[in-house]
């Protein structure tokens, strides 16, 4: 099962940061944060990840409260490309690791 | 440098009769894995590889499903005989084994219809 509660649906607005919410309260200490999102018809596409210091890269920020126990993902200023489902993964950094997703969250970008 | 490719994209066939989906990973990926997603839900593991062995196959179901990887890259998930709940998307991904991201890349899966 997934250790990840995320809300099942967003709307944000083209141009707005899209701040999406993930709960991991049983997170482990080696476990990071991952998220990937699957835009309609293709592959889930990796994004950012962490585990305890907030992240950045050239899509995303991903911010990680100081106990671990739940995450934001932003994305700066959402465009329509940006509508997607979004997973929130906790796993240990291993190659070996498995993806468990859940149900995502569906993230809509209006105009 | 190319992605993971996946043949074909769609497959419609009717209950009761096989079919076999293709996977070429990106080059140098040792670990290769085979989920499927069903409609509305998230990808669920079926198989994973690390080169040529099998790391997971605990959600594999063994009496219909099978998967291999000769040669340690691409791969085939066949399914025989096959049933109206088969039906859902079969993703593959590849990533590294060594590093620190252990990110997982995705190709754009086979869409798999049974009637």
């Known amino acids: 099962d997934a250790k990840t509660t995320q809300p099942p649906s967003m709307d944000c607005a083209e141009g707005r940061a899209a701040n999406l919410p993930c709960n991991h309260s049983?997170?482990?200490?080696?476990?990071?944060v991952y998220w990937y999102r699957q835009i309609h018809s293709q592959g889930p596409q990796y994004i950012i990840h962490?585990?305890?210091n907030n992240e950045t890269n050239e899509m995303a920020s991903l911010i990680i409260t100081e106990d671990r126990k739940s995450s934001t993902l932003i994305l700066p200023h959402a465009t329509l490309r940006d509508t997607a489902v979004y997973y929130c993964?906790?796993?240990?950094?291993?190659?070996?690791?498995?993806?468990?997703f859940g149900q995502g969250t569906r993230l809509t970008i209006n105009p | 440098e190319a992605g993971v490719a996946q043949s074909p994209r769609y497959k419609i066939i009717e209950k009761r009769q096989s079919v076999a989906f293709w996977c070429n990973p990106i080059?140098?990926?040792?670990?290769l894995y085979w989920y499927q997603q069903i409609l509305g839900q998230g990808p669920k593991l079926l198989i994973q590889?690390?080169?040529?062995?099998?790391?997971?196959d605990s959600q594999l179901p063994k009496d219909r499903f099978s998967a291999e990887r000769l040669k340690g890259v691409d791969s085939t998930l066949k399914i025989q005989p096959a049933k109206l709940e088969d039906s859902a998307v079969y993703l593959c991904?590849?990533?590294?084994?060594?590093?620190?991201?252990?990110?997982?890349?995705f190709g754009p899966g086979t869409r798999l219809t049974v009637t």
């Open positions: 991904a590849s990533s590294l084994t060594s590093g620190d991201s252990y990110e997982q890349y």
């Open positions: 049983t997170i482990s200490g080696n476990e990071y």
């Open positions: 962490g585990l305890k």
């Open positions: 993964i906790v796993r240990v950094a291993d190659g070996a690791q498995k993806l468990v």
């Open positions: 080059s140098g990926h040792a670990t």
């Open positions: 590889f690390q080169n040529n062995g099998v790391v997971d």
